[in-house]
């Protein structure tokens, strides 16, 4: 089966630009997420979705941070306006409705921001 | 709330020989236990989970784990490593109530030297 498809592999922009990031998650997985990864540390929940609805959001920075998931499928995460300390892997990851399965995760974006 | 702790932060190991990886976790609920590898500029990928029966897991590339519940562990072990088991470790808990949210712990570097 194909995997979770993650796009841009790679980003650098200036602080207080926008940047958005786009995630293809497996067919058929319901559940949808997005993690932060900062380097050295392990990922960070963002927001996760269960089919094109918000499950948890609340460590998602509203004031610069949003997400869709229009008709339950494809994702994008969107910062605006970016700060230096947004500078991180932003990994996508999508699972069956149920903790017990495991996710599957994507390559990620990394994005450096300047 | 649940937390993951990895007690080293990098464990370098020779070529052949056994490897521990050590993880606690909090949580005052039931909990499935996950270890995932993450490759250089790759995503996350499951190694084995724990969800319940038998408290020592086999996973893929020989690895296996075993949960504690009296000491909240869930220790990753090889009998011996190849270099290519060079990556970064994390373990995983998902309260079973939680609906699908994991916390990841800060991750264990393991570099296997020739």
């Known amino acids: 089966e194909a995997g979770v498809a993650q796009s841009p592999r790679y980003k650098i922009i200036e602080k207080r630009q926008s940047v958005a990031f786009w995630c293809n998650p497996i067919s058929g997985h319901a559940t949808l997420y997005w993690y932060q990864q900062i380097l050295g540390q392990g990922p960070k929940l963002l927001i996760q979705f269960q089919n094109n609805g918000v499950v948890d959001d609340s460590q998602l920075p509203k004031d610069r941070f949003s997400a869709e998931r229009l008709k339950g499928v494809d994702s994008t995460l969107k910062i605006q306006p970016a700060k230096l300390e947004d500078s991180a892997v932003y990994l996508c990851a999508s699972s069956f409705p149920g903790g017990w399965y495991g996710y599957t995760f994507g390559s990620g974006t990394r994005l450096t921001v300047v | 709330a649940q937390s993951v702790t990895q007690l080293d932060s990098q464990v370098p190991v020779f070529e052949e020989a056994p490897v521990e990886l050590r993880c606690n976790y909090s949580s005052s609920v039931s909990v499935y236990l996950f270890w995932y590898v993450q490759y250089p500029n790759q995503g996350l990928q499951l190694l084995l989970k724990?969800?319940?029966?038998?408290?020592l897991v086999k996973g893929i590339n020989g690895f296996e784990a075993e949960f504690n519940k009296s000491q909240t562990s869930f220790h990753l072990r090889k009998p011996s490593v190849h270099i290519s088991d060079t990556a970064e470790y994390f373990c995983?808990?998902?309260?079973?109530?939680?609906?699908?949210?994991?916390?990841f712990g800060p991750g264990t570097s393991l570099s296997v030297i020739p």
């Open positions: 995983a808990v998902s309260e079973i109530a939680s609906y699908d949210k994991v916390i």
């Open positions: 724990y969800l319940s029966g038998s408290t």
